[in-house]
């Protein structure tokens, strides 16, 4: 395969055939899939971000159960579509999401149901579903210190060279009535109102977490299930930089975040420091599950970076009898996490908030599935879970070894 076949894969592939060895090879066989079962199952399991408003709503999730892997959505006004398996697992599953997708059966939607192959003849015991939950970096903040309410400088009483009095005089341009519509609306001449309001961007996130977890609790009062987070649970914001023009026609502001933090460090030292919330509310909710029934995996904010929390604190991977779950699955070449920032138009009186962001080059997909495929040839699993890329996906996998 050479460099410009990469594009023979794409972002969200359903069907792929890996050849290992001298001629790696990742290809598209959705359209002609082999007559073996598939080798393993990759899942990639999205993100689980946005309200909706300033970034596109995201609630991905995925549950493993034996030879089964599912891709949900929780998304409410979206009815649950029954593939029809009938085996054990597949009845445990079923249960799970329906218990889930609430009253009305309408919160759960799913995307994608597959299975390795057949299972052997049922043994009795309850299987239990393994539900996998992706990046949220739900902020918990601090408070800040005051400020001068009218800190970012109105526009029309600018004082640089190139705006202010003296450039006027020379230009000789007559003076403007104040446009500045920032001053009475939902946002202010503080930053600090930019810091809060660029966190209130996750509440509905956070609320829907809560939501989940509520239901999970009831279901798991008659019926076993474990669920593991993976990674990007949360981010401790401790301040911010803000920068904006001397005019005040445009601001940024972005959270200054403590890398490298975990549940250990969240209760011996954030967890009384940062204010009351939606996501403070959702991340103790999560952290608060039994410990037998849940499992929180560690992420490092960079890629090969040094800011993962200390040794021992928590897993970067999960493996079992079924499955391998990673954390932040390496190599993803190339990859430029942008961390979450407010782009704030003074004049307007409107902001527009971006959590962290994924700039990834063409082929990324390739070499993580190559990557799963080299570890699934080193000690098999069913099915191999992953997340970080916010690209959802559930593909079937054929190894060919040589």
Known sequence: MTAVDVDLLTDRPEAVRVTLGAARDARDVA???????????????GAWMGDGRHVAVQRSFAVVCGEHAV?????????????????????????LLAALAGPQ?????????????????????????????????????????????????????????????IFARIDGAAARASVYRV?????????????????????????????????????????PYHLVHLGGLFDVWAGYKCIFQSMGF?????????????????????????????????????IHLPTERRTLLSAPHGHFAHDAPPAGVAPRFLRTDTFLAESRPEPLIGCLDQPPHARVGVFEGKAQFLPWTRVRPDGWRRELVLAAAARWAESGFASYVMAHTYEPCLAEIWVDPS
């Not at 995307?111 to 996998?132: K, L, Q, S, Y």
């Not at 996750?202 to 609320?207: H, I, K, L, P, T």
Request: net charge neutral.
């Open 71 to 95: 891709l949900c959505e929780f998304q409410a006004g979206r009815p649950s579509r029954d593939p029809g398996h009938t085996d054990p697992e597949a009845q445990a599953i079923h249960r």
């Open 250 to 286: 445009a601001g940024l502001v972005e959270p200054r975040i403590i890398a490298g933090l975990g549940e250990r460090e969240l209760a011996s030292r954030w967890q009384d420091v940062v204010l009351d919330g939606r996501p403070k509310s959702a991340v103790t909710r999560l």
């Open 105 to 165: 059966r309408m919160d759960v939607a799913i995307r994608r149901w597959c299975v390795r192959r057949r299972g052997d003849e049922p043994t009795g015991a309850i299987p239990t579903p393994t539900m996998f939950l992706p990046d949220m970096h739900l902020p918990l903040v601090g408070r800040m210190p005051d400020l001068d309410p009218d800190l970012v400088p109105d526009p029309n009483q600018a004082r640089c060279w190139c705006h202010g009095p």
């Open 183 to 223: 001053v009475g609306s939902r946002l202010t001449r503080n930053p600090n109102d930019w810091f809060y309001a660029m966190a209130a961007s996750y509440n509905a996130a956070a609320e829907d977490l809560i939501r989940f977890l509520d239901r999970l609790g009831r279901h798991g009062a008659s019926a």
């Open 31 to 45: 359209s002609a899939r082999p007559d073996s079962p598939p080798s393993f199952l990759y899942v990639d399991c």
